[in-house]
C-alpha cells in the first residue's frame, strides 16, 4: 500500500506562485508513474499534470502549459507541482495521484493512490 500526502496548499493573489508537494510513503517504487489532479467546488476532478517515473516524460492539460512545471525526486519519494502565473480558475483542491504503471494519462480511473487534497486559493 502507498501512502500520499500533499502539502503547500494555501491563498495566493493572482499572478503569484505556489509549490505544492507530494510525500510518499509505504510500498513506494520509482518505478510507477504519478500526476496531479484538482477539484473545483461543484466540478467534476479534472487532469492537471503527469510525469513518468524517470522524469522525463510529461503531460499537462492546455490550460496549465507554460504555467506550471510538475517534477519528481525519487530519492526523497516525493511529487512537486510548481504553479506560476496563478488565475482564480486555478482555485480548487489539489491531488496527487500515483499509478502502477509508466503512463501519462488523463484518466483518473487509472490512478491508482490518491492524497487527501490541499486547497489551493488564487484571489483576484
Known amino acids: 500500500q502507498v501512502q500520499l500526502v500533499e502539502s503547500g496548499g494555501g491563498l495566493v493573489q493572482a499572478g503569484g506562485s505556489m509549490r505544492l508537494s507530494c510525500a510518499a510513503s509505504?510500498?513506494?517504487?520509482?518505478?510507477?508513474?504519478a500526476g496531479w489532479f484538482r477539484q473545483a467546488p461543484g466540478k467534476e476532478r479534472e487532469f492537471v499534470a503527469a510525469i513518468t517515473n524517470s522524469g522525463l516524460g510529461t503531460s499537462y492539460t492546455d490550460s496549465v502549459k507554460g504555467r506550471f512545471t510538475i517534477s519528481r525526486d525519487n530519492r526523497k519519494n516525493t511529487l512537486y507541482l510548481q504553479m506560476n502565473s496563478l488565475k482564480p480558475e486555478d482555485t480548487a483542491v489539489y491531488y496527487c495521484?500515483?499509478?502502477?504503471?509508466?503512463?501519462?494519462?488523463?484518466?483518473?480511473?487509472?490512478?491508482?493512490?490518491w492524497g487527501q487534497g490541499t486547497q489551493v486559493t488564487v484571489s483576484s
Open positions: 495521484a500515483g499509478r502502477s504503471d509508466n503512463g501519462l494519462g488523463s484518466n483518473p480511473y487509472d490512478y491508482n493512490y
Open positions: 509505504g510500498r513506494t517504487s520509482s518505478r510507477y508513474a
